[in-house]
């Protein structure tokens, strides 16, 4: 039996790059697919291309079945259309895979309102507006196990540094709300968890020094798009056993982040004084957090160095 025979998959962003290969991979494994792609630019900006009907004609060739939608997630209603595709040629929804995006590289100096807006629309309020109306479905079809949503967010987001701007925290904040989603959503039956991936895709071939990272390799290309995929197929499966997860995926490794936490406290008998603080806060050394995925290697969260999981149902909550 087929991972997700009878199940119906939206993916947003899939006309090429991650995208592609998830909607590849998850019609592999029998989900009728609605493969949404607005036809844009690495920087948001609309072309005249249709890549999505491309991925539908590669998926039926290989006997699969799957629609076109060229609906921007970053426009509310039609967001929505996104989700009506899905009822109104496969009868029911079942995975949400969350992948546009867009980036407008900027320094703060030279940012536009312009590099704002079209980052913050396609990341956070598509992901929120496509994920809304998917659970506005959801909720009036009644509970059911099974359901899944997986959101992108990235190591920019996670480990914000100097650069990352608008992208960063526009992935920051998705990583925020695939935990709350999470929490609300299980009443449903859904399970919401993200993935931060590491791969050579054409927004990283846009930034010439994120690329300079990620070079192709001769044998086993760790930077390969196709590489993320088992890892999007699994979270969206009834294999996974999470929710409210955010995952890293690099190659060969990948990691489960730690939530937010409190790294040291203190108390006092009464109100803090300025003064109080600043001796307290002294017997402190400055550091700062670098463990993330970067390419060419990987700091594991919560397995050991350099170990490779290579079944993801080994991990466990």
């Not at 996104?82 to 407008?104: K, P």
């Not at 900027?106 to 980052?119: A, P, W």
Request: proline share 4%; glycine share 8%; hydrophobic share 40%.
């Amino acid at each position: 039996m087929k991972l997700f025979a009878g199940k119906v998959a939206v993916i947003t962003g899939a006309g090429s790059g991650l995208g592609r290969e998830y909607a590849l991979a998850l019609a592999e494994q029998g989900a009728s697919i609605v493969v949404n792609d607005f036809g844009a630019t690495v920087k948001g900006e609309h072309s005249q291309s249709n890549p999505a009907k491309e991925v539908v004609n590669e998926i039926i060739s290989r006997g699969g079945k799957a629609v076109a939608n060229v609906a921007s997630v970053a426009d509310w209603a039609e967001a929505e259309s996104i989700i009506d595709n899905a009822i109104s040629s496969f009868g029911r929804l079942d995975i949400v895979i969350n992948n546009a995006g867009n980036n407008r590289p900027s320094s703060l100096v030279n940012l536009t309102e312009q590099d704002v807006d079209c980052q913050l629309d396609v990341h956070l309020k598509g992901t929120l507006a496509v994920s809304h109306f998917a659970a506005v479905h959801w909720s009036k079809v009644g509970p059911q196990q099974g359901r899944a949503i997986v959101n992108t967010t990235s190591a920019v987001g996670l480990h914000p540094t100097s650069g990352g701007g608008v992208y960063g925290a526009a992935k920051s904040a998705i990583a925020a709300l695939t935990v709350s989603h999470a929490q609300e959503l299980a009443r449903l039956g859904v399970r919401v968890n993200a993935v931060a991936p590491c791969a050579r895709t054409r927004m990283v071939a846009d930034s010439p020094d994120v690329l300079a990272l990620m070079p192709e390799a001769q044998g086993f290309d760790r930077h390969a798009p196709e590489h993320v995929a088992p890892l999007v197929v699994y979270l969206s499966s009834d294999l996974c056993r999470f929710t409210a997860r955010i995952f890293a995926i690099e190659g060969p490794d990948v990691a489960i982040y730690q939530p937010f936490g409190v790294e040291q406290d203190w108390t006092t008998h009464n109100a803090w004084t300025v003064d109080a603080l600043a001796q307290t806060f002294s017997q402190l050394n400055e550091r700062s957090s670098t463990r993330a995925f970067f390419p060419g290697g990987v700091v594991h969260h919560n397995t050991p160095p350099g170990r490779t999981v290579k079944n993801l149902s080994e991990f466990e909550n």
